[in-house]
């Protein structure tokens, strides 16, 4: 069954604190529902024990999608890895969730604002080596767990681009699976509806974001970091951008996709109003999942 989430960003931003501090947990969930989410990912204010998250989740009657997990195989073991993971499992098992938001953040800049994007890590071929290796044997962990690793792609990351993606996709098994990020891969210059095609089958999760054409244009004129590329109002929640997400989403259902679709959007609340684009997005997704997922 596909059901329509929503991440907490548009709330509150996890790499820049100061956006949204001012919306409280209770402001983004309760909001969340009234615009007709399902469920809603992981955020930076919310509690990481299940005991508590469950009743809080419950009493807004939404699920709990999936949540980010930082991954250092570049630097780790994946031994290390899977110890390191294990209390993020835990909470995403015990609340019923079924895939893992993994990306490796070894040498990453996306979190720095005094950093170009033109400047993010890039692997050489023993990492490439390494992080194969260690992506599929925590793939395969996962997978017994019953939690499918999700892996995103992103911004000021090893793995930004659409080569990159491609690459990875190629040298792992299936037990590793794709989310794809309409909004980051067309920031990288990829193509969604291209991806959606070519890894249709081990697509394990979706995050629609939206891109506004020209200040993105204007961020990469700019060389700006990814931080304040956000700032400067590069990403939107869908319908209010320059995506065309019914031919993605139309082939994401042909091939039979039945995960979760997430609104997500990094924006200044203040700018954005919460509530307002919460309520864009899942009414520009909402008539789209009715229309491919009978």
Request: glycine share 8%.
């Amino acid at each position: 069954m596909v059901r329509i989430g929503i991440n907490p960003l548009t709330w509150t931003n996890d790499d820049l604190p100061a956006l949204g501090e001012e919306n409280s947990l209770e402001k983004c969930l309760s909001e969340a529902k009234q615009a007709g989410y399902d469920g809603v990912e992981l955020g930076r204010k919310f509690p990481r024990d299940p005991a508590a998250l469950g009743p809080l989740l419950s009493r807004h009657d939404l699920k709990l999608v999936s949540g980010w997990y930082s991954a250092r195989l570049i630097e780790r073991s994946p031994a290390e890895e899977i110890e390191a993971l294990q209390e993020h499992l835990h909470l995403l098992k015990t609340l019923g969730s079924t895939v893992m938001v993994f990306a490796e953040v070894s040498r990453c800049v996306h979190g720095d604002r005094r950093i170009p994007l033109s400047r993010r890590p890039k692997m050489s071929e023993a990492d490439w080596k390494r992080f194969l290796k260690g992506l599929d044997e925590v793939g395969a962990y996962l997978a017994k767990q019953g939690v499918a690793l999700a892996y995103h792609h992103h911004m000021g990351t090893v793995i930004e681009t659409e080569d990159e993606v491609d690459r990875m996709m190629a040298g792992t098994s299936d037990k590793v699976g794709l989310l794809l990020d309409t909004g980051h891969l067309s920031f990288a210059g990829g193509d969604p509806l291209r991806a959606a095609g070519r890894h249709a089958a081990r697509i394990a999760h979706v995050h629609c974001k939206d891109i506004r054409k020209a200040r993105l244009a204007d961020a990469k004129q700019k060389d700006l970091s990814f931080l304040e590329s956000v700032l400067a109002d590069a990403f939107a929640v869908p319908g209010d951008g320059s995506i065309d997400f019914a031919p993605i989403l139309g082939k994401l259902a042909k091939e039979g996709y039945r995960g979760w679709l997430v609104v997500e959007a990094d924006q200044d609340p203040a700018k954005a109003h919460p509530l307002t684009h919460a309520r864009i997005g899942y009414d520009c997704l909402s008539p789209l999942k009715n229309r491919f997922w009978k």
